[in-house]
């Protein structure tokens, strides 16, 4: 697959360093960001922002939903917190959002897997009766797990760091990139914003080889019209990498 392009679409920085890997691959990458990720800049959110990670050592558990949310929250982390608060339980929701928080001296753990899902099948709902969980993620982020650790007895509160938005792209930008041959996916969401502009501007993209992180993802493929959707079980370089490999037979 020397010679094929491979469109990378989750968000930056992550996508440059997506797009690398695949490079060092011997593959061709195209990158177009179906995310943009903007931290949150009011100031009076920001103070909540400070407030709640000053009060962070409350909780049992801290539970970071993406790489975003990692990278934002040790910046944050840093500034209120010199040396970590004792007793709290890191978690990262898939090894790329685990690797992040490790990088930067956040001693977490990962459940096996790389879903919400997984992670909730991994919580023993025993253990979370009565357990303060902090959620980091961004503003209106998927409430499902949220939902289910309440429903197990913890109680839950939320710590938003920045805000998703649907990146502006005209016409030209589709007409300049190469030919593509297959497609990564890393969030429903993303999903979402490339297929509403395939629909408008590259809809015989529809029927190549998209890979998407999760069963949940997947399904929301298929439903938009994708054809040769397929799960790569992970949102990570790594599971996506080695399912183009299995599909490319290299």
Known sequence: MPNHHILITRPEPENQLSCERVIA????AASLPMLAIEAINDPQKIAQIRSQVFNIDEFNYVIFVSKNAARLACEWLDQCWPMLPIGVNWIGIGQGTTQTLLDEGVPAIANPGHTTEALLAWLKPVKMRDQKVLIVRGHGGRPELGQQLEDRGAKVSYLSLYERKKPLYHAQTFFMLPDINLIWVTSGEGLTHLSEYVMQHKPEWLSLP?????E???QLALELGWKKASCAHGAD???LINATEIHTGL
């Open 25 to 28: 691959h011997g593959w061709h």
């Open 210 to 214: 998209i890979f998407t992180p999760s």
């Open 216 to 218: 949940r993802v997947n």
């Open 237 to 239: 370089d790594t599971s």
